[in-house]
């Protein structure tokens, strides 16, 4: 058993920046896709400043038909004809036939480059008969203020097929400190409490192994507590983990933390990092041996 304690950076601004185009705050997008209504995602856009950021994968956390909670990889592929430094695909899971989907519980998470400046733009399109869905949606009044682009009108039988275009763009900030990293940002979760940290937040936690993989661990105890809280409570983890990402990833996964990702430093040690602003962490606490 071993303990590593736990260092933070405030950097004043957000490490990693999310704003809806136009300054669009990026809040009331997410309320947008988390007020209850279902949207397919038809599509996705990328320009990147590096090719290498544009072949990041990006994976949709989401509940599948049965409950279970899984991940799907959505690995870019460029068209010939397309400009290396951007594309544009459809986006359809392949193996289960079904449209990706976006109600408020899934969320899109992409790993964001050190340096990089990403605009990405989401095609969705309502499911279900329109006229079901009140009017207006929180996207029609986004709209009428000239927020969002490409909203059709409805027609008199609600039933049009609505496709709306929604531009992010997804900054790295952390090149402007010491402490540059490639790190990681969910989008279009909805939900307030979903990842909240992983974009806007101006607190970076990060614990330091000290020591190269693989790793013999089995469980994983982290201190934390929300920031007006006077005591912390522990979140464990348990698995076989030889490695620093597979413990980002089942505290990505299994808990409501938010998103954890791994850099490395000189040595090729593992750094765990998580932002956050609504929450305080403190010391790791492993059982096994680095």
């Known amino acids: 058993m071993g303990t590593i304690s736990v260092g933070y950076d405030n950097f004043g601004f957000p490490w990693i920046e999310v704003t809806g185009s136009g300054g669009t705050p990026y809040n009331e997008i997410q309320q947008a896709i988390g007020q209850g209504y279902q ?8 320009k990147t400043l590096t090719q290498s950021q544009l072949f990041q994968i990006v994976t949709l956390l989401k509940n599948n038909r049965r409950g279970i909670f899984e991940a799907k990889a959505f690995v870019p ?13 459809e986006v359809i899971d392949q193996q289960q036939g079904e449209q990706l989907t976006f109600n408020g519980l899934q969320n899109f998470v992409l790993p964001i480059e050190s340096q990089e400046n990403v605009i990405i733009v989401f095609s969705v399109q309502e499911q279900g008969a329109n006229n079901l869905i009140p009017s207006p949606t929180n996207f029609e009044r986004l709209e009428f203020y000239d927020f969002l682009a490409d909203f059709p009108q409805r027609e008199a039988d609600g039933y049009t097929d609505r496709t709306l275009l929604i531009p992010l763009v997804v900054k790295n900030n952390s090149s402007n400190s010491t402490i540059a990293f490639t790190g990681k940002v969910s989008l279009l979760g909805g939900a307030a409490d979903t990842f909240r940290q992983s974009a806007n937040a101006n607190g970076l936690w990060q614990w330091a192994f000290n020591n190269n993989e693989p790793f013999n661990i089995t469980q994983v105890d982290l201190l934390y507590k929300n920031v007006a809280d006077p005591t912390f409570s522990v979140q464990s983890i348990f698995g076989s983990f030889s490695t620093a990402q597979q413990i980002a990833d ?3 996964i299994r808990t409501g933390l938010g998103l954890f990702w791994v850099s490395y430093n000189v040595l090729n040690q593992p750094i765990l990092m998580t932002t956050n602003d609504s929450l305080d962490f403190s010391t790791l606490t492993y059982t096994g041996t680095l």
């Open 39 to 46: 949207y397919g995602l038809n599509g996705l856009y990328m």
């Open 77 to 89: 592929v460029i068209d010939p004809y397309q400009f290396i430094s951007a594309l544009t695909s």
């Open 250 to 252: 089942a505290f990505s």
